[in-house]
């Protein structure tokens, strides 16, 4: 890959080796686990995540289709759940061994009637059932109409059956949360009942793992755990941070009181100030929201606040107490703490922060 933009993602493998394993600690060896890369591998890049897991873990969860194609292309074998496929790609998850989730009776249907034109036996598709979140999945009502297409066909074979806690993170939600798992499991009993064989089963996402891990049925789906973040500090305590943010000063300025800096004059210096130029902007994944000091890189070991408005392709920090120079390395963010002092600042939260890293930073695993 050549990308000459200097601003750039590690990602420590280390640091999510010691994840999976914190997490494989809170479960039964029998537990598969599922590691979510979607969106990039959270904004790191789900190839690089996807190779260096590849025998650590069972599976391999994605949103869409290309994505898990990335993965089949850079040679990851591992079975690939996609959570949220699109009819349009059918053929394309077929042909990669992409194993889709049906999640309504369109799907379901269009899936079959492929299944049945290419000729496939016992294709291995995951059932999604809604049981509170009311994002995707059947419902329980659907159930008699589901086992009477699905027995009909030998095309498919239903590998697993999943729900989606909608406030596994909420202990003030618990009573929800353990409704939603109670009527997964009542739902699974009729299915097992009527299917003729025992699809496995998973329902736990990270926070889910944290706080139900009675829940852990088969499999779990471990997403932004692996990336470093808990459902609290104290969780998060326990876990490493992978996304290391790293960028370098391109050029210094001195300016007078009076002077300013940036688009719209946004930062007025009321004394001699020193700036530095940094090449990352909101096109890189830096909320515009972030300047005017309500955002921070390092320097040096310490704080220089964003000044001004975040252009597109660079942003500038107030570097007056610092002592520093032209390529000098910028730390954006090494450290959970950072990721969400960021986050916070910008109104979002660690999941927003790390998938905005856009893809014209270059990715490496260290
Ligand atoms: C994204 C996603 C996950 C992972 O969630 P985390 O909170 O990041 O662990 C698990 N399951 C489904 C269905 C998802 O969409």
Not at 19 to 45: E, H, R
Request: glycine content about 6%; aromatic content about 10%; overall charge negative.
């Amino acid at each position: 890959m050549t990308n000459n933009h200097v601003t750039v993602l590690e990602i420590d493998s280390k640091a999510l080796e010691h994840n999976l394993n914190y997490f494989k600690k809170k479960l039964n060896a029998s537990t598969k686990i599922l590691a979510v890369v979607k969106a990039f591998g959270y904004g790191s890049d789900g190839v690089l995540v996807g190779d260096f897991l590849k025998d650590k873990v069972d599976y391999f969860g994605v949103a869409y289709a290309q994505e898990g194609i990335a993965l089949r292309e850079a040679g990851i074998e591992n079975p690939i759940l996609v959570l949220h496929p699109q009819i349009v790609n059918f053929n394309d998850i077929i042909d990669y061994k992409l194993e889709p989730t049906l999640y309504n009776f369109k799907t379901l249907e269009a899936f079959l009637q492929l299944a049945d034109e290419r000729l496939l036996m016992n294709y291995p598709v995951h059932l999604n059932f809604n049981t509170g979140l009311n994002r995707l999945g059947f419902w329980h009502s659907d159930l008699e109409l589901i086992i009477a297409k699905l027995k009909e066909s030998k095309h498919v074979k239903v590998e697993s059956i999943f729900s989606h806690l909608a406030a596994s993170e909420d202990l003030e939600e618990k009573e929800f949360s353990i409704n939603q798992i109670n009527n997964f499991a009542y739902i699974v009993k009729q299915i097992y009942e009527t299917l003729g064989y025992e699809p496995f089963l998973h329902m736990l996402n990270t926070s889910g793992v944290i706080n139900y891990s009675k829940a852990q049925f088969d499999m779990v789906r471990v997403g932004i755990g692996l990336y470093g973040f808990g459902n609290d500090d104290a969780e998060t305590a326990q876990l490493k941070n992978t996304h290391n943010l790293y960028s370098v000063i391109s050029q210094i300025h001195l300016i007078e009181p009076g002077e300013t800096v940036g688009y719209n004059r946004a930062f007025v210096a009321k004394a001699p100030t020193k700036t530095a130029t940094v090449p990352i902007g909101h096109a890189d994944g830096i909320p515009r929201s972030l300047g005017n000091k309500k955002g921070y890189v390092l320097v040096g070991g310490q704080k220089a606040p964003i000044i001004g408005n975040v252009c597109m392709d660079m942003m500038m920090i107030d570097v007056t107490k610092i002592d520093c120079k032209e390529g000098d390395q910028v730390i954006v963010f090494n450290s959970q703490q950072m990721i969400e002092d960021m986050a916070y600042a910008s109104e979002t939260i660690p999941y927003e922060t790390l998938t905005a890293i856009s893809s014209r930073v270059k990715k490496m695993l260290k």
